[in-house]
C-alpha cells in the first residue's frame, strides 16, 4: 500500500493536495487487514488511485503525475515537465499479471459494460461505502468509481471516473462503466489507435 504512494503526497504540480489516509494499517489487527484488501478502512485521493494504477500500466513503475507537459514562455523559452521515475512498486511479472486480471475483469466480469470489440481494456470497478462517522460505522451511500488504461498491453491513457452518492444505482459496474466505454472509444477515434 505505501509502496504505491498511498498515505502520501504524489507530488503533483497543483496545490492543496492531501495524502489520504492509511493509519489503519499501523494498527495491526485481523479485521482491519481483512477489510482493507477490499478497500475498506483507507482513504485514498483520486490522483494517488491513478498513480497507482499507472504504475501497473508502467510495468511496476510508479511515476510523478503533472499536470503541465510544457510551458511556453513570452520570450519563447519552454519550460518541459520530464517525466519522474519515484520508485518500483512491483515486478514487471506482477504488473504484466496485474493488466491481465483487468483485462479479463472488462472482458469477463462486471466492468463488461466498459468493453471495446477488438481492444484490450484494463479495468477495474469500485462501489464503496462511506463512513458514517456519527454512528461510527457505514452508511447506505456509495462512492462508485471505475478506472482503467489502455490500450492494456501498451497503455496510454489512465483514466478514472468518481461518482459521489449515486441515486437509483447501486453497482458502479451499471452506472459508470457505459461512460467510460463512450470515453475510450472517442480518445481511441481521436488518436487513430488501431485495433489489437
Known sequence: VEKFGFGEKTGIDLGGEEKGN???LKKKNDVDYAT????????????????????IANDGVLLRPYILERIIYKN???????????????????????????VSA???GYSKKAGIE???????????????????NYSEETIHTFIEFFPAFSPRFVILIKVDKPK??????DSITPLAKELA????NYYEIPPN
Open 106 to 108: 472488462v472482458k469477463n
Open 76 to 102: 519563447g523559452e519552454e519550460k518541459i515537465t520530464k517525466t519522474k521515475e519515484v520508485r518500483r512498486v512491483i515486478s514487471s511479472d506482477a504488473a504484466s499479471r496485474m493488466t491481465a486480471m483487468m
Open 36 to 55: 482493507m484488501a477490499f478497500g475498506q478502512g483507507i482513504a485514498v485521493t483520486s490522483i494517488q488511485l491513478v498513480a497507482a494504477i499507472g504504475a
Open 118 to 136: 477488438g481492444y484490450s481494456i484494463a479495468g477495474k470497478t469500485g462501489t464503496a461505502q462511506i463512513p458514517d462517522p456519527i454512528k461510527g
Open 168 to 173: 437509483g444505482i447501486r453497482f458502479s459496474s
Open 185 to 188: 472509444e472517442y480518445i481511441l
Open 22 to 24: 492509511i493509519s489503519n
